[in-house]
Structure formats: C-alpha cells, structure tokens
C-alpha cells in the first residue's frame, strides 16, 4: 500500500506565530494533493489542493508546497489562531486512491 | 450546497451485535467513500462506489461488513457482528467523479464505540 507519513506529530505554536506543517509520500506517480483539517469530534475540512504540475499555492492564511524531488508536502499558516489547533492530514492521489497520512496535531499557545 | 450527511452521529454496542450507518453525498456527486478511522490514526478506505457501482473494496472486512449504494445515491454501511477493533470513526465522503483530481469532501462521521 501507499505510505503518506507526516515528520512531526504534535506542534505547539504562540498565536501570531506561522505555523509550518511537513508530509513525506511515497508515490511518485502521486499527481494530486490534499490539505485537510480535523477538529475534536468532526470529520476532516479540506484546505487547499494543490496538483503537481505546480509547487506552491496559496490560500486565505494557508500556502501549500510541494517539492516533487525529495517527495515533500508542507502547508504554512500565516499568523496562527487558537481557531487553526487540530489535526492535519495531508492526503495523496494516486491514480483512483487517496492515501492519508497519520496526522500533525496542532496546538495554539494563546 | 448542502454537506455530506452522516447518521447516527454516536453508537455504543456490545460486541457481537450489528449495526448500520447511513450516508447522503453531496448532490450531484457520483463517487461516494467508506473511510475507516481510528483514534490517531488517518482515514482507511473501505469501500468506494461509482455510482451504484463498487470500485474499490479491498481493505472491506467482507466476512463482517457489507455496504450498498442501490440507487446511486445514499449508502448504508453495515457490520455484523461487531468485535471490539471496529471502534472507529466511520466516515463517508463524495466527490464530483472518480478521486482522481477530485476533491473527497467529509461528512462529520459516525462514532462507534464497541464494549
């Protein structure tokens, strides 16, 4: 199976501060990717996409990277708000499948 | 636009018995998802229709759970009998066509709890 695995599992950030969350994947072939984000108790929110023809986009507050070479997703929001404090999932594309990775939980320091 | 819609919300069996989970995509959205989740971990899978058709069902425990789409539209997703390891968020989600560079879009999940 495909494997989406995130560097960090929990960060704790000061509100204000920019955040910056890493995923590894696996696939190469992975031609689509996704943002998404999981409060207590509901299912996961999409954020951004972004495909992979193209190595950075920008949201309201959010900008996704991808770097094709070394397999790298990363998502940055801007100026962090106790709102932001949940778990992010990146989630890869692979032909008809999506694979989730495990999760960064995100806390905001007020 | 009107959200995916997921019921129960929360159930709470004992091992052994059954239970089924009812899921309505978004309209127009032709491939609905079963995911899996458990505490701390990310979405699994299930079962992914086209239609009324399954496209994908290889990680479905066949010998305890079961779904359908009959009508192309809602879906029931079932497991009989439970075990103690299906506690989990179940989790439908839909998209416009086939995953392939089509946004998956979440319902707020059914939380099972076995004992």
């Known amino acids: 199976g495909e494997s989406v695995g995130l560097h960090l599992p929990t960060l704790s950030v000061q509100e204000g501060d920019n955040s910056i969350i890493n995923c590894a994947y696996s696939?190469?072939?992975?031609?689509?990717f996704i943002w998404y984000k999981q409060e207590s108790g509901k299912g996961p929110q999409f954020i951004i996409d972004?495909?992979?023809?193209?190595d950075k986009r920008q949201g309201q507050r959010v900008t996704v990277l991808l770097n094709k070479t070394v397999k790298h997703l990363s998502l940055q929001i801007a100026a962090t708000q106790p709102g932001d404090s949940a778990v992010y999932f990146c989630?890869?594309?692979?032909?008809?499948?999506?694979?989730f990775g495990t999760g960064t939980s995100l806390t905001v320091i007020p | 636009e009107a959200g995916v819609a997921q019921s129960p919300r929360y159930k709470i069996i004992e091992k052994r018995q059954s239970v089924a989970f009812w899921c309505n995509p978004i309209?127009?959205?032709?491939?609905l998802y079963w995911y899996q989740q458990i505490l701390g971990q990310g979405p699994k899978l299930l079962i992914q229709?086209?239609?009324?058709?399954?496209?994908?069902d290889s990680q479905l425990p066949k010998d305890r759970f079961s779904a359908e789409r009959l009508k192309g539209v809602d879906s029931t997703l079932k497991i009989q009998p439970a075990k103690l390891e299906d506690s989990a968020v179940y989790l439908c989600?839909?998209?416009?066509?086939?995953?392939?560079?089509?946004?998956?879009?979440f319902g707020e999940g059914s939380w099972l709890t076995v004992v």
């Open positions: 309209s127009g959205h032709a491939t």
């Open positions: 989630a890869e594309n692979t032909g008809n499948q999506f694979y």
């Open positions: 696939n190469s072939a992975s031609d689509y």
């Open positions: 989600a839909s998209s416009f066509q086939g995953s392939s560079g089509n946004t998956i879009y």
């Open positions: 229709f086209q239609n009324n058709g399954v496209v994908d």
């Open positions: 972004i495909r992979s023809n193209m």
